[in-house]
């Protein structure tokens, strides 16, 4: 696995001679009595040009120390690939689904990063080391043969089924058959939960409205979609195509990475081990202002919403010139509340996981654990309470989701908005 360099290809592909990831197999004696019966689990290597280069692009912040210098972080890993390189993968049902039709083992995270690493999130890009037979031994080795090549086209991290895809210029969607150079992300309906595109689509409307970055995003018909497998084309209904940020206009690619890489924590710690103030900290050292203040707005707005799923990797930095972060536009933007009433908030914020109020004094313990100043962030929420409520009256895509959906929604709104009335004028 390699990264960048200056005399690749494309500049913005974090790939060349600088950093290379290998499943390095130690020569076990041949004497089976000493033979051990394990083998050593895959690992970072940094190439010294690139430790030395002033002007390295950015592959993670997990990897800077506290003086700015690179740090590796040591932690033991097992079948598992480290942090970073694990929150690359699929997760959950889509790693599963994935898989199967790749013909490996949903646990073999080296092989799965092998098949989809020529589209990953970001500028990465993987590659098989010269001479490196041993990536592609396995007792699954003759099954990835077969089907490896489809599997390419899938290779976004995500618990929903998204595919990559090229707009075409008539407005249907094509499925590349390799996979490479998709700039869009097309998220099929769930079977288990209704109308859940037509939700992400309002929300993300919403919004846009009331002054939040999003992608460019369209709701389009399962059926005008071209390319998708036979098992996945059965689907009906509407289905969400996200413009993908980490694509520049011409395909190139723009690196980026999830707060749960930035913590060098695996996916599964997506919702422990860190709260929503740790993330602010880290944006008001690398962003300042700027990313800290829109990622206040965005958590108000995800609380307003009802949207309890905004863990660790539903916020993410990119690198526009491969070394300085900015917060990402804002995605996921799904009102939860109306599958799973009752629900709280992913993480922690100001001591609270509460998704029917936000109080003045949970912001300033926000503010404290953040090492933030607290006097600016209070309007900040009544501000974006207020655009929120008169957004949503007047909100035409709100028609696209079911009647009771829609009274869901809007019922959280204002039960939140008098919550931050009230604490106002305490």
């Known amino acids: 696995m390699r990264t960048?360099?200056?005399?690749?290809?494309?500049p913005n592909d974090l790939r060349s001679q600088n950093l290379e990831c290998a499943r390095r197999e130690t020569p076990w004696p041949t004497d089976r009595r000493h033979q051990p019966t394990g083998r050593r689990p895959p690992f970072v290597l940094l190439e010294q040009s690139y430790i030395d280069d002033p002007d390295r692009p950015t592959l993670s912040l997990s990897y800077k120390g506290q003086s700015?210098?690179?740090v590796i972080p040591t932690r033991a890993v097992t079948t598992r690939l480290p942090?970073?390189?694990s929150n690359l993968l699929p997760e959950g049902h889509l790693r599963d689904y994935l898989a199967a039709r790749a013909g490996i083992k949903p646990q073999r995270e080296f092989f799965l990063l092998a098949i989809l690493g020529a589209d990953l999130p970001g500028a990465l890009v993987v590659e098989p080391m010269e001479g490196n037979k041993a990536a592609h031994e396995g007792e699954d080795q003759q099954e990835e043969q077969g089907v490896g090549e489809t599997a390419l086209r899938f290779s976004l991290a995500g618990v929903q089924l998204k595919f990559s895809a090229v707009m075409e210029a008539t407005g249907g969607l094509t499925i590349p058959a390799?996979?490479?150079?998709?700039?869009?992300?097309?998220?099929l309906p769930s079977a288990r939960y209704a109308s859940v595109p037509e939700n992400e689509y309002a929300m993300l409307a919403l919004a846009r409205t009331v002054g939040i970055e999003v992608p460019e995003n369209r709701l389009i018909d399962v059926a005008t979609i071209n390319g998708l497998p036979q098992d996945a084309g059965a689907m009906?209904?509407?289905?969400?195509?996200?413009?993908?940020?980490d694509r520049g206009p011409g395909g190139e690619s723009v690196h980026m990475e999830d707060f749960a890489q930035v913590f060098g924590l695996f996916p599964d710690d997506k919702y422990r081990e860190r709260s929503y103030a740790n993330i602010a900290a880290v944006l008001w050292a690398e962003t300042g202002e700027?990313?800290?203040?829109?990622?206040?707005r965005r958590l108000v707005f995800s609380v307003l919403i009802g949207n309890a799923d905004m863990h660790l990797k539903n916020w993410s930095l990119l690198y526009p010139d491969r070394r300085t972060p900015v917060l990402s536009p804002a995605y996921d933007f799904v009102a939860t509340l109306p599958y799973i009433p009752n629900d709280t908030l992913a993480l922690s914020f100001g001591g609270s996981r509460s998704l029917t109020e936000i109080k003045t004094d949970q912001v300033r313990r926000f503010a404290d654990?953040?090492?933030l100043p607290a006097s600016p962030l209070w309007p900040m929420v009544t501000d974006?309470?207020?655009?929120?409520?008169?957004?949503?009256?007047?909100?035409?895509?709100?028609?696209?989701?079911?009647?009771?959906?829609?009274?869901a929604i809007g019922e959280q709104i204002l039960a939140v908005a008098k919550s931050v009335n009230q604490s106002t004028n305490k």
């Open 178 to 187: 390799s996979g490479m150079g998709g700039s869009w992300i097309v998220k």
């Open 83 to 85: 942090t970073f390189f």
């Open 4 to 10: 960048p360099g200056k005399n690749g290809k494309n």
């Open 68 to 70: 700015g210098g690179l």
């Open 369 to 371: 654990t953040a090492r």
């Open 290 to 296: 700027a990313g800290t203040y829109d990622f206040l």
């Open 384 to 407: 974006m309470t207020e655009r929120t409520v008169a957004a949503w009256e007047n909100l035409d895509e709100k028609s696209l989701m079911p009647e009771d959906m829609r009274k």
């Open 236 to 245: 009906k209904g509407h289905a969400l195509a996200v413009k993908r940020f």
